[in-house]
C-alpha cells in the first residue's frame, strides 16, 4: 500500500465522535490479519514516500516491542512469520528514531539497472506470452537504452 495516498485516519483506523464506534484503517485490518494467519508469512509492503505523521504511528511496531499501537488502545503484536517492509525513494522525512528502528538496504538504480524492472514485469505476463516478450527485451532493450544514452 502507498501511505501517502490516503489519510492517517484512513490508514490506522478512526474513533466516530457521534458514537464512539472504532472502525480499523486499512493498515490495522491487514495488520490484524496477519496475526491471525497462523503459519503463513504475511508481507504487508508500504511503498511510498515517509511521511513524519504515519511513520511515527509506526514506531512501536518498529521497536522491539513490535506492537502495533493504535489509536483506540488497542496493542496488536507482530508474529514471528509477519514482515513489514518499507520501500520509500528517500527517508529525508523520517526521524533518526525511525532510521535507527529499521534495518535498510539502498539500491541504486545505477547498480540495480533495468533488468530486474523487467523480469519482475515478465512474471505479471501471461504463460504463452512472457517468454516471447522476454525474446524481444533480451534482443532489443540494452541497445535501445544505449541508443537512447
Known sequence: ????AVTAAQMFG???????DWTDGIFAVLWRKGTKAKNAKTW??????????????????LDDNKL????????????????????????????PATVSRMGII?????VLGWKPLADSWLQTRREKEAPVLKELIDRFVAELLEFLR
Open 106 to 110: 539502498y539500491f541504486s538504480i545505477s
Open 68 to 95: 502495533l499501537t493504535l489509536a483506540n488502545g488497542d496493542r496488536i503484536p507482530m508474529t514471528p512469520e509477519m514482515k513489514a517492509v518499507f520501500e520509500p525513494e528517500n527517508l529525508s522525512n523520517a526521524s
Open 1 to 4: 500500500m502507498n501511505p501517502k
Open 44 to 61: 504487508i509492503l508500504l511503498d511510498g514516500p515517509v511521511d513524519a505523521i504515519w511513520i511515527e504511528n509506526l514506531n512501536t511496531v
Open 14 to 20: 478512526r474513533l466516530d465522535p457521534t458514537t464512539g
